[in-house]
């Protein structure tokens, strides 16, 4: 059974993918700074499904093959290096929006890198970045009776990862996978994240995305 680390998995977005995964089976690593707050919040995580959640440090997450960053933007490039070694060679899933309130409404911030996705790529020359999980209202993840029925916009240089990530969204309860294409794309669905927290906000709603693909003809 794979099991994957989440670094910053404390928070609401970490949370959220945390009970999803192990409610698809597979085990998780709740990676933290504060070792006990990781433990204490993996206690009250009780997915329904086969996998588990395990508190741990952010050092203890990034051990794990695969490893979903879901820390706020202000300290995730600050995080990752501090981790590059523990992370070369694995696939590193990027969730990270750079957001700003200005009044009310959200807007998104932008790298020197265009993207928050990106930045962390160039931090973690030897990782595999793939971009995954930026447009979902995190309390609707975490909880387990919610209706989630919503698209996650997948994208990365790396095909191999790319697919790999897409497949294991694809088991996530209430998600489905699209795959975009390159990290070219990841500055324009990452600022998209604004417009759905500014959503939020305006009609006090937890608004998901769902695109309705239809194959042409053949």
């Not at 508190?55 to 093959?65: H, I």
Request: hydrophobic share 45%.
């Amino acid at each position: 059974m794979t099991t994957i680390g989440i670094l910053g998995g404390t928070g609401p977005a970490g949370r959220g993918v945390a009970m999803r995964l192990a409610n698809s089976g597979r085990n998780v690593v709740l990676g933290s700074r504060d070792f006990e707050r990781a433990q204490e919040v993996a206690r009250g995580l009780l997915p329904r499904g086969k996998g588990t959640i395990t508190g741990a440090t952010n050092e203890e997450a990034a051990l794990c093959k695969t490893v979903v960053v879901a820390t706020p933007w202000e300290s995730a490039v600050g995080m990752v290096r501090s981790l590059r070694s523990q992370l070369a060679g694995k696939t590193v899933v990027s969730m990270v929006n750079a957001l700003v309130r200005e009044g009310r409404e959200i807007v998104p911030l932008y790298s020197p890198r265009g993207s928050m996705a990106a930045q962390i790529a160039f931090t973690l020359p030897d990782s595999r970045i793939v971009g995954a999980f930026h447009h979902l209202p995190a309390a609707m993840m975490e909880d387990q009776d919610s209706d989630l029925d919503a698209d996650v916009v997948i994208f990365s240089d790396h095909a191999d990862d790319r697919q790999r990530i897409a497949e294991l969204v694809d088991e996530m309860d209430g998600l489905r996978a699209l795959i975009a294409g390159s990290m070219s794309l990841a500055g324009s669905i990452e600022a998209f994240t604004a417009a759905c927290v500014s959503i939020n906000m305006r009609y006090k709603s937890q608004s998901y995305m769902k695109l309705n693909v239809v194959a042409a003809n053949s």
